[in-house]
């Protein structure tokens, strides 16, 4: 969480950085990154319903709030397992939307997943907007329909709302990853090799958390492609020395 949250900091360089939820953080490195001032904590109830159904799962729950902040306030969305690699003023400027990009799942009839785990958007985004109403179909207990096949499906209805970056984030599975933009992204057995310094804006690790993650001391030791990157934060100069 340190990590990406200071990937934030010193690689978008944002106004703020808002996190959203219904406990303080405590912690060592949390005592770190609060001397940022641009860090702020939001304080809200979790939900519990969406058009009338209950929300089951926790990651649901975090769609819920996603949406209702970019929907009203637009900004960069991001889970904890992100660590940003580059910045992102070049895609801002394109003045897109929305912006988001594929998994590297496939299952049933879907040709593609949204991962939305790495998400930008304007405020009032019709992408969002659609999104959002798309829950009124919320199943309960349906895991990857409602944070990834309505999003998809909200895409081939309305592909003119969202730009589909396949440089927005690389995803990791197993420690191995999936670059959206090689033909073979779509294999569960495949790592295959991409730049990070160059390719990818982000790159999200899910599960498990890399080894070399655990502590200031596992990172410094590792070796490959996570901990190369987590050094690279680890080291970033930022103004508020931190």
Known sequence: MYLSIRSALVILNPEKVFIHGDKKLRGDYFEIIKKDPRVILVNREIPQYIFGHKVHYTAHKSDVIRLDVLLKYGGIYMDWDVIWA????????????????????????????????????????????????????????????????????????????????????????????????????????????????????????????????????????????????GRYILKKSNKFKF
């Open 86 to 229: 580059k910045p992102v003023d070049d895609l801002i400027s394109t003045g897109y939307d929305a912006i988001a990009n594929f998994d590297f799942l496939r299952r049933h009839n879907y040709p593609h997943y949204m991962n939305l785990g790495v998400l930008m958007a304007k405020p009032n985004s019709h992408f969002i907007q659609f999104w959002h109403d798309s829950l009124r179909n919320y199943r309960p207990r349906a895991f990857f329909h409602n944070a990834l096949e309505l999003p998809y499906k909200t895409y081939e209805k309305y592909p003119h709302t969202v730009y589909i970056e396949k440089h927005l984030q690389v995803i990791c599975f197993l420690m191995k990853c999936h670059p959206t933009w090689k033909s073979q992204y779509q294999s569960m057995r495949k790592d295959l090799s991409f730049d990070w310094r160059t390719e990818a804006y982000a790159v999200h690790f899910t599960h498990p958390d890399p080894p070399d993650f655990a502590n200031e001391s596992a990172l410094l030791k590792g070796k490959g492609r996570f901990a190369e990157l």
